[in-house]
């Protein structure tokens, strides 16, 4: 545009310059047409210049001759040896002063009315572009100021997220020992017994008068005894086992879940609820499930018996002239697949939790008690097996887990 208007006005210098802010006192070119090409831009001082009466008005100031004579301190108009001057200003829409549009030659300006339309005219069409650009350097700016906070946001919530993720990888391997950590009584007790009769058949051996008949049965007794030692040990590893196998593989469930509630009762630590406890099992024998992670079963086992026995017990503790706990357990065996359904009378779920109590996190267990993960991991795992997990409970009545998992049932002589 300044190009044009120099060469169609025949003009020697052309210039569109911004006001250095805040003041204003100073113009810094954009644009200066000087002869045959643009020269570098420059800052100047308004003061003395014909500039001073173009920012004072809002249209067109035009010196059509003399110019340097009426302003002798202005050095560029000397410099330039420019004779005639014409200016207007370009503004934003509240009035604020943007920039000038200048046109300067050498000699005198003929069609002066000619000049000022068309300078007029230019220098609002350049105010726009000047606003126009404005809006669009905010526009970047907003956008780039935007995208810094939606990336440091981003990065905030991954750290967040990340930082969730070892959390419940923390709760988890807690939840998991604490469920260890539940039967650790019961198989204390449970390897008690072996351990004693190996030490005492030890003790019998080191006789000297031993008859061969006792000897053979002394270290029948150490063999026996150390092999039921070494079964309890295994089913512990198991539990602690994190890896999932990637074939099914058949487990004896009957047994397995024989020998949780067996292990977990004998482990309660309250002798009172121990001792009014009723515990009503019906368990098919040799019932066999098909599932990719046997320890994860057993850890759904304990963890549903463990609610199941809570739940009696804060029960008991309001009502023990008036309530019996009783915890029931069965396993029923279809065509090809099994049900495991626990029931007891303890103090149940209010139904404003019932829907949730297997979401991650939700507990309704005080604080400190619970992590929120035991039914939760539960449902994991029963559906990783590919089976399916219901809860029926009633306030004060009752609660009922039944779960559901392939399988059959198989006589005992069956080798897997």
């Known amino acids: 545009m300044v190009h044009r208007l120099a060469q169609i006005l025949k003009v020697k210098y052309v210039l569109v310059g911004h006001a250095v ?3 204003r006192q100073k113009i810094q070119t954009d644009y200066l047409w000087a002869g045959s090409g643009f020269a570098d831009n420059v800052v ?8 001073v009466n173009v920012i004072c008005g809002t249209r067109v100031n035009c010196y059509a001759s003399d110019v340097q004579l009426a302003f002798p301190k202005d050095q560029m108009l000397k410099d330039f040896g420019v004779e005639s001057y014409i200016g207007a200003p370009f503004l934003h829409t509240d009035g604020r002063l943007i920039g000038l549009l200048i046109i300067m030659d050498d000699k005198p300006m003929e069609e002066r009315e000619l000049y000022t339309s068309v300078v007029e005219f230019f220098a609002a069409r350049i105010g726009t572009e000047y606003r126009r650009q404005a809006v669009e350097d905010s526009l970047r700016r907003i956008n780039e100021n ?3 906070l939606a990336q440091e946001r981003t990065l905030e919530l991954q750290r967040a997220f990340e930082s969730l993720q070892q959390t419940q990888k923390q709760l988890i391997s807690q939840e998991k020992l604490a469920t260890i950590g539940r ?9 008690k017994n072996p351990l004693n009769i190996i030490i005492n058949s030890a003790q019998l051996l080191e006789e000297d008068d031993l008859d061969p008949e006792s000897c053979k049965k002394a270290t029948d007794m150490i063999y026996q005894h150390s092999q039921r030692a070494n079964t309890i040990i295994t089913n512990m590893l198991r539990q602690a086992r994190q890896e999932t196998d990637m074939e099914p593989e058949w487990i004896n469930i009957s047994e397995m879940l024989e020998h949780c509630l067996d292990v977990y009762v004998r482990s309660l630590t309250d002798v009172d609820l121990k001792t009014h406890l009723i515990v009503q099992k019906n368990i098919t024998p040799n019932v066999y499930a098909n599932v990719f992670d046997p320890p994860s079963i057993e850890r759904v086992l304990i963890n549903i018996i463990d609610n199941s026995l809570y739940a009696l017990g804060d029960k008991y503790k309001k009502n023990k002239n008036s309530f019996t706990p009783t915890i029931k357990v069965d396993l029923i065996a279809a065509d090809a697949t099994f049900k495991i359904i626990v029931r007891d009378n303890g103090s149940g ?9 297997c979401d991650e996190f939700y507990t309704t ?18 559906e990783k097996n590919r089976g399916e997990i219901h809860i029926e409970s009633e306030e004060n009545q009752f609660t009922q887990v039944t779960i559901e998992l392939p399988g059959q049932q198989r006589i005992q002589e069956v080798q897997l």
Not at 183 to 191: D, V, Y
Not at 349 to 357: D, R, T
Not at 365 to 382: D, Y
């Open 21 to 23: 802010e805040p003041d």
């Open 44 to 51: 100047y001082e308004l003061e003395d210049t014909p500039c």
């Open 146 to 148: 935007l995208e810094k």
């Open 183 to 191: 039967i650790t009584f019961g198989i204390a007790h449970e390897l």
């Open 349 to 357: 779920i209010p139904q404003k939790h019932l829907a949730n109590v």
């Open 365 to 382: 267990k005080p604080a400190g008690e619970g992590t929120g993960l035991g039914l939760w991991i539960a449902k994991q795992n029963v």
